[in-house]
Structure formats: C-alpha cells, structure tokens
Nanobody
Framework: QVQLVESGGALVQPGMSLTLSCAVPGFTLDGSGIGWFRQAQGKEREGVSCINTIVPRTYYTDSVKGRFTISRDNAKGTVYLQMNSLKPEDTAVYYC???????????????????WGQGTQVTVSS
C-alpha cells in the first residue's frame, strides 16, 4: 500500500472550474487503476471517475459525465480531475485511490482499491 496525496480543493462559486491532483508515490505503468471518489456530509462515499495507467479507458459516474475529465501525467506520476460547471451538489471531500489492476465494469467497488489519500475538500457555494 502507498499513501496517495490529493490537492487542489477549494471554495468556488457554481459554474466555475477546479482541477484536483493526485500524486501517486512509486507510480509505474503497471496496469493499475486510479479512481476518484467523493463523500458529501451525511452521505456515503461514491465513485466519481477512474482511469488506467496503461489501457486507454476512463469511467465516469452519470452525474459528472460531460463536466469532469480524468487524466494522467505518467512522467509526473499524477492523476488529475478537471471539474467544470461545478454545482452545489458537487460539494464533498474528494479522495483518490489506487487498485492493483485496471478499472473495469466493477470500478465502483471501493473494496478493490487498496491505497487511499487523505482527501481534499471541494465546496461549491455562492
């Protein structure tokens, strides 16, 4: 297990954009998957997006499709979550996590992710 490190959380107004970063120690092109999850106050943690280190495939939950974009910089060992047209319902603590194998149809299964970050707060409010 490794400790992932998220950054980039902030307080923004509705409609604005924000980019979160996830630094993955020891990042290698090993076929693993990196996911973004979020947890709003009083709610269960939910999956947001997932990307593979090798296989060029990404996944998004329905509520963020068309607004969020996940990407990776292999040279920097960093995964990003570009969030556009932010809504108040996007307010949550955002976590990134790593799984030993590629994201697939089961990417929402949080139990398959073995390393997590500490989270970064995103607040969307006017």
């Amino acid at each position: 297990q490794v400790q992932l490190v998220e950054s980039g959380g902030a307080l923004v107004q509705p409609g604005m954009s924000l980019t979160l970063s996830c630094a993955v120690p020891g990042f290698t092109l090993d076929g693993s998957g990196i996911g973004w999850f979020r947890q709003a106050q009083g709610k269960e943690r939910e999956g947001v997006s997932c990307i593979n280190t090798i296989v060029p495939r990404t996944y998004y939950t329905d509520s963020v499709k068309g607004r969020f974009t996940i990407s990776r910089d292999n040279a920097k060992g960093t995964v990003y979550l570009q969030m556009n047209s932010l809504k108040p319902e996007d307010t949550a603590v955002y976590y990134c996590a790593r799984r030993a194998f590629a994201c697939g149809s089961n990417w929402l299964d949080q139990g398959l992710f073995d390393s997590w970050g500490q989270g970064t707060q995103v607040t969307v409010s006017s």
